[in-house]
Structures are given as structure tokens and as C-alpha cells.
T-cell receptor, first 112, second 111 residues
């Protein structure tokens, strides 16, 4: 298994600002994943972060809006840039040490 | 068509009832199947993991996979109010860079 510490757990932000979410894992993992979960909806993969290379973004998500850092094998950040109310959501980081996905506790973001 | 379909509920049952949660999927390549429990304001917590077809039991929880029907189930026996949460199914074809999630079923167990 893996224990993931994600912070902040929640935040209320003004539109036009940026928020950086941090994710720390208790073991080294090759890839870290960032998801968005909107109310009543499935988890949507934003991007995959591999240490030492640029993140890979899913269709509909771009680096300018969601820049990701992966400085080492236990840590990653996701920034939500130039926020609008449509960015209000839960953001989750995830790792897959073997065959199962484990998640952080999520960041509940509200943009006003 | 979505890769994974899951009834969003909500599902409301009395304490002690047997709960059945289900997902259907369209991709026959899926081999790894998971159920997650998500409490309000928390991240998903892995509950059950099954590889290929068959049943797996863990305490009050039983996971079933029927690959011929592309149908998976989670049964909760003797349900408790503490089981009230959203349950998400997830699956993968072996490429562990990509998981497919259901939208979640919200369960309420009434005391």
C-alpha cells in the first residue's frame, strides 16, 4: 500500500489567482497521477507526472492551466492557474505502487 | 458509451440489510477490478481488489466479477451506518497508468 499526504485539504480562492496543491508519498513511486472529481461525477485524469520528465496531460487539460512539478520520487505539485468558478472541484493525487491505485485525501477547491 | 457505468443512487437501506452495488463495463480487456469507499470530504479508500473473474470475500464485503457479462458487484452484509459513503468501482486492463472509474453510488444506511 501507500500513504499519501495531500495539502491543503480545502481552500477558497478568488478568481484569477492560482493555487498549488502538494502531494507527498511515503515510498518512492515512478508515476504520480492527478485527478479532478466534480460533484456526482467520475474521477477525471488530468495528467501523469513522471520524475525527471514533463508531465503527460489528458485531452482537455493543458500545461499552462495545470502546471505540474515532480522534483523527486516521493513528491509532486499541481497548480491550478488563473482560476475561474468552473475550476471548483476536488483534486486528488494518486499512486499505483503495484496494481492498485491509492489516493490522497483530496483538496476541495472553491473559486469565488 | 462510457467505459464504466455505475448507478449514482442514492441508495438508502436500513441497518443490517444486505447491500448490492454494481458496475457494468464495455472493455473486455479489463482484468483488474477495484472498489473504493469515499466518505464525504475524503479521498477514495481502496476496499476490495479482484483480478479476473470470481469472488473475493473480506469480512462483511464480497466482490464479484463476471467477465462474460462485463458486470461487477460489491455486496455488503449486515450493513452499518458507518458504511454510509459513496462507493466507486474502478478497473484497469493491465496498463496501470490508466484506470477507469464509475461515477460512484451514494449509500445511506439508516440506524
Amino acid at each position: 500500500s501507500a500513504v499519501i499526504s495531500q495539502k491543503p485539504s480545502r481552500d477558497i480562492c478568488q478568481r484569477g489567482t492560482s493555487l498549488t496543491i502538494q502531494c507527498q508519498v511515503d515510498s518512492q513511486v515512478t508515476m504520480m497521477f492527478w485527478y479532478r472529481q466534480q460533484p456526482g461525477q467520475s474521477l477525471t485524469l488530468i495528467a501523469t507526472a513522471n520524475q525527471g520528465s514533463e508531465a503527460t496531460y489528458e485531452s482537455g487539460f493543458v500545461i499552462d492551466k495545470f502546471p505540474i512539478s515532480r522534483p523527486n520520487l516521493t513528491f509532486s505539485t499541481l497548480t491550478v492557474s488563473n482560476m475561474s468558478p468552473e475550476d471548483s472541484s476536488i483534486y486528488l493525487c494518486s499512486v499505483v505502487p503495484y496494481t492498485e491505485a491509492f489516493f490522497g485525501q483530496g483538496t476541495r477547491l472553491t473559486v469565488v | 458509451q462510457k467505459e464504466v457505468e455505475q448507478d449514482p443512487g442514492p441508495l438508502s437501506v436500513p441497518e443490517g440489510a444486505i447491500v448490492s452495488l454494481n458496475c457494468t463495463y464495455s472493455n473486455s480487456a479489463f482484468q483488474y477490478f477495484m472498489w473504493y469507499r469515499q466518505y464525504s470530504r475524503k479521498g477514495p479508500e481502496l476496499l476490495m481488489y479482484t483480478y479476473s473473474s470470481g469472488n473475493k470475500e473480506d469480512g462483511r464485503f464480497t466482490a464479484q466479477v463476471d467477465k462474460s457479462s462485463k458486470y461487477i458487484s460489491l455486496f455488503i452484509r449486515d450493513s452499518q451506518p458507518s458504511d454510509s459513503a459513496t462507493y466507486l468501482c474502478a478497473m484497469s486492463g493491465g496498463n496501470f497508468n490508466k484506470f477507469y472509474f464509475g461515477s460512484g453510488t451514494k449509500l445511506n444506511v439508516k440506524p
